[in-house]
């Protein structure tokens, strides 16, 4: 199983950014695919999580209405978009599925 997460970058209070993770070495459409982030000093949190079929989706309310989980089972991908950012939103984000992680992508938010 491999996760390789991209899209990370410093962004200024109110931007957005897109975060991709592609995957590899399992069945992607028969996998539910989550997001989750850490941030220094805090434990890691469950961000977002989307049904294998993209038809279910949960977020963490801190983040619910701002950010936005879709997959492509076609192209192994899942994604995350987020607007209107936050400086709390800064973290290392992760992309979780099939009982791995990836190595993780900075998410740095500031002016």
């Known amino acids: 199983v491999q996760l390789v997460e991209s899209g990370g970058d410093l962004v200024q209070p109110g931007g957005s950014l897109r975060l991709s993770c592609a995957a590899s070495?399992?069945?992607?459409?028969?996998?539910?695919m989550s997001w989750y982030r850490q941030a220094p000093g805090k434990s890691r949190e469950l961000v977002a999580r989307i049904s294998s079929d993209g038809v279910s989706t949960y977020y963490a309310d801190s983040v619910k209405g701002r950010f936005t989980m879709s997959r492509d089972n076609a192209k192994n991908t899942a994604n995350l978009q987020m607007n209107s950012l936050k400086p709390e939103d800064t973290a290392v984000y992760y992309c979780a599925g099939a009982a791995s992680w990836g190595q993780g992508t900075q998410v740095t938010v500031s002016s």
């Open positions: 070495g399992f069945t992607f459409s028969s996998s539910a």
